[in-house]
């Protein structure tokens, strides 16, 4: 049984998938959309962000209910927040403002993948697809600060593999979770059959201890 720490990436499974369906579709407009028009595409990128956010929100009230910790998922929440209406209301200015900042975007969330897989869980499948996605965003923000005027299609590759590690993680998280489930029932049930046990022998042992004394 995996042992997850209590920080971010222990985080409710259904957010994982939901995240992952949400850039899935996002990085396929992104991508494979045959319009060019680069204030469209921007739009797209800061619904996306602003839809990201919500659900970071959502997680946050979710941790908080349950005790887990809340300050990263409202950081990011408000990261995602601001970065969607930087773009949303500077649709106008050139696209390099909006190259540099989706960028910059990239890459840092990345980068907090990376963290997140190293320090948050020591399971080797969870760690890899987290260092994997890092990984990939960190090199994905590099590329699309060197794309021109492709680079929202480049960022809708990279919403394309996060999406699809997301969905694998909150696979394997409920996986985890109703192993866990399995596991502390188990732990319970040979509890209290070892307290039984142990019952039995000391009302055996008292009940010698009263015939010897008669």
């Given at each position: ?10 985080s409710h ?7 992952g ?6 990085g396929a407009?992104?991508?494979f959309?045959m319009r060019?028009d ?14 990201f956010?919500?659900l ?6 979710y ?5 887990t910790g809340?300050?990263?998922s ?10 969607a ?7 106008t ?19 907090f993948?990376?963290?997140?897989g190293f320090?948050?869980?020591i ?9 994997f996605?890092g990984m990939?965003g960190a090199?994905?923000g590099?590329?699309?600060?060197n794309?021109?005027?492709f ?6 590759v990279?919403l394309?593999?996060?999406g699809t590690?997301?969905l694998?993680?909150?696979v394997?998280?409920?996986?985890q ?11 319970a ?10 019952e ?8 010698k201890?009263v015939k010897?004394?008669?």
């Open positions: 049984m995996a042992h997850i720490n209590r920080k971010y990436i222990d499974w259904l957010l994982f998938i939901t995240k369906l949400v850039a899935l579709a996002f407009i992104s991508l959309n060019r680069i204030p469209y595409m921007i739009t797209l990128v800061g619904i996306f962000l602003l839809s956010s919500i970071e929100f959502i997680n946050a009230l941790r908080a209910r349950q005790k809340w300050a990263i409202v950081s990011l929440a408000i990261i995602d927040a601001v970065v209406l930087a773009l949303l209301f500077t649709i200015q050139d696209s390099t403002w909006h190259l540099y900042i989706i960028a910059g975007y990239t890459f840092l969330r990345g980068f993948e990376i963290i997140a320090r948050a869980t399971d080797p499948t969870d760690r890899f697809t987290w260092v996605g990939f090199i994905m590099i590329i699309v600060f794309s021109g005027d680079f929202v299609r480049f960022f809708g990279y394309l593999i996060i590690c997301s694998f993680y909150g394997h998280n409920r996986a979770k109703i192993e866990d489930r399995a596991a502390r029932r188990e732990s049930s040979l509890a209290a059959k070892t307290r039984k046990r142990r039995k022998a000391a009302k055996a042992k008292g009940k201890i010897r004394s008669k």
